[in-house]
C-alpha cells in the first residue's frame, strides 16, 4: 500500500526535476508512511526513505512504519536531514510550500544543504485524491459511525435543549464508537441561525417550530467524513417544506451528476440551475462540495471556478443547501465515493423530510 503511494510520488518527484522529497505535514507523513506522531519529517530520494522523529516517538514510529530507515533525532531535526542530503548527494529537493509557515521556510533556506527548494504545490493533494482500497474501506466505517451519531443527535433533538448541549453529546458519542474526535468544529444551528451555513453551536435552546441544520464529520483511523440534515421541530410551514424540496432535488440530481469524468464545475452548475428553476437559487451560499480524505477539505473542489475533473474512486463532500436571512435554512451534504454511474454515497442517513 505505502509502497505504490511511494512509486508515484517518486514519478512525481522525477516529473520535476527533482532528486528528494522532503515531507512535514501530519496528513501526508501518514499517508506515505502510516506514522500518526504529531511531529517528524520524511526525505524520500531514489536510494531510499528516510523517517525523522524525535526520541519518544521512535518507538511509535517503529510499530506503525515499514520500509523506513528511521533515524531518531538527538542531535536535532535539520542536523539529521542534512546528513541524509550529503550521504544521498540530493541537489534539488521539493518542499510542502502550502505547509510551511514563512519562517520554517527561511530556516529551510538557511539550515539544510542543496541547490534548489522546489515548491510541491498540488502534487501530494493529486496524489491523495483517487482513494485506494484500503482508505475506501475505513472511509466506509467511518460514514457508518457518523451515521450512528447522527441517528443518536436524533435522539437528543427535543424542545428545550441546547444547540451546545447536542454537540457535547454527540462528541462523546462519536469518540465511544472509535472515532478520534470532530473533523471541523460541527454546526448545530436552529431557527433563524440555520441561515447561517458555518455557525457555530450556541446556548441557544431549541424551539417549537425551528428549523435545525446539523452538520457533523469525524476523524477515523485519521480519515474524515462530512454529513449533514436538517430537521423541523414540531411544525414545516410550506416555505420551509418548498425549501427542503428544492434543497433535496438539487442533491439528488447533484449525486447523478458527480461521475467519472465529469468537469467539476458541471456538478456546481447543475445544483444552481435546480434550485433557481425551484425559487432558491439566491440562497445558495457555498459550492457543491469538495474532496474528504486525510483532511476535512482536499482536492477535488467542487464549485464553477474549479477546473478539476472527476475521477472513480475519489471520495467527496456533496452538500446542497438554501438559505434565506430572517428566516432559516436547509442543508443536506453526504460523504460519497465517485463512480461511473455518480456518487454513491457512504453516509446513508436518511435525507427525506423530517419533522421531530
Do not use: W
Not at 177 to 200: C, E, H, K, W
Amino acid at each position: 500500500m505505502y509502497e505504490e503511494r511511494v512509486e508515484r510520488l517518486l514519478a512525481a518527484m522525477s516529473a520535476r526535476g527533482a532528486d528528494a522529497v522532503l515531507i512535514a505535514s501530519r496528513e501526508n507523513r501518514i499517508f506515505l508512511s502510516g506514522f500518526t506522531g504529531d511531529t517528524g519529517a520524511i526525505l524520500i530520494t531514489e536510494k531510499g526513505r528516510t523517517l525523522f522523529v524525535e526520541p519518544r516517538y521512535a518507538l511509535q514510529a517503529a510499530m506503525e512504519t515499514r520500509d523506513y530507515n528511521i533515524v531518531s533525532t538527538t542531535g536535532g531535526l535539520y542536523n539529521s536531514i542534512n546528513d541524509s542530503i550529503i550521504s544521498d548527494g540530493v541537489k534539488r529537493i521539493i518542499y510542502e510550500d502550502h505547509y510551511f509557515t514563512v519562517n520554517q521556510f527561511r530556516s529551510l533556506e538557511k539550515r539544510l544543504r542543496y541547490e534548489e527548494l522546489i515548491p510541491a504545490g498540488d502534487v501530494m493533494l493529486r496524489l491523495r485524491a483517487v482513494k485506494d482500497r484500503s482508505e475506501i474501506e475505513i472511509l466506509t466505517e467511518a460514514a457508518r459511525i457518523t451515521d450512528d451519531g447522527m441517528a443518536r443527535v436524533e435522539q437528543l433533538l427535543r424542545v428545550g435543549v441546547t444547540e451546545k448541549e447536542l454537540a457535547l453529546k454527540a462528541e462523546m458519542h462519536f469518540r465511544s464508537l472509535d472515532a478520534d474526535g470532530f473533523a471541523f468544529p460541527p454546526v448545530i444551528v436552529s431557527g433563524v441561525r440555520t441561515a447561517m451555513p458555518s455557525a457555530n453551536p450556541a446556548p441557544k435552546e431549541i424551539a417549537f417550530g425551528d428549523i435545525v441544520v446539523v452538520n457533523m464529520g469525524i476523524i477515523y483511523k485519521g480519515y474524515c467524513t462530512d454529513c449533514s440534515r436538517t430537521y423541523f421541530m414540531g411544525s414545516a410551514d410550506e416555505g420551509a417544506r418548498n425549501m427542503y424540496g428544492a434543497v433535496l432535488s438539487a442533491r439528488n440530481e447533484v449525486l447523478a451528476e458527480a461521475r467519472t469524468g465529469n468537469p467539476c464545475r458541471n456538478v456546481d452548475a447543475r445544483a444552481r440551475a435546480v434550485l433557481t428553476e425551484k425559487g432558491c437559487g439566491d440562497g445558495y451560499l457555498h459550492c457543491v462540495g469538495h474532496g474528504v480524505g486525510l483532511s476535512d477539505r482536499e482536492l477535488p473542489k467542487i464549485s464553477l471556478q474549479s477546473s478539476d475533473t472527476l475521477c472513480t474512486n475519489m471520495t467527496v463532500s456533496v452538500g446542497v443547501g438554501a438559505y434565506r436571512g430572517g428566516y432559516g435554512g436547509v442543508r443536506i451534504t453526504d460523504t460519497a465515493v465517485i463512480t461511473p454511474d455518480g456518487a454513491v454515497c457512504l453516509t446513508k442517513t436518511p435525507a427525506e423530510i423530517k419533522v421531530m
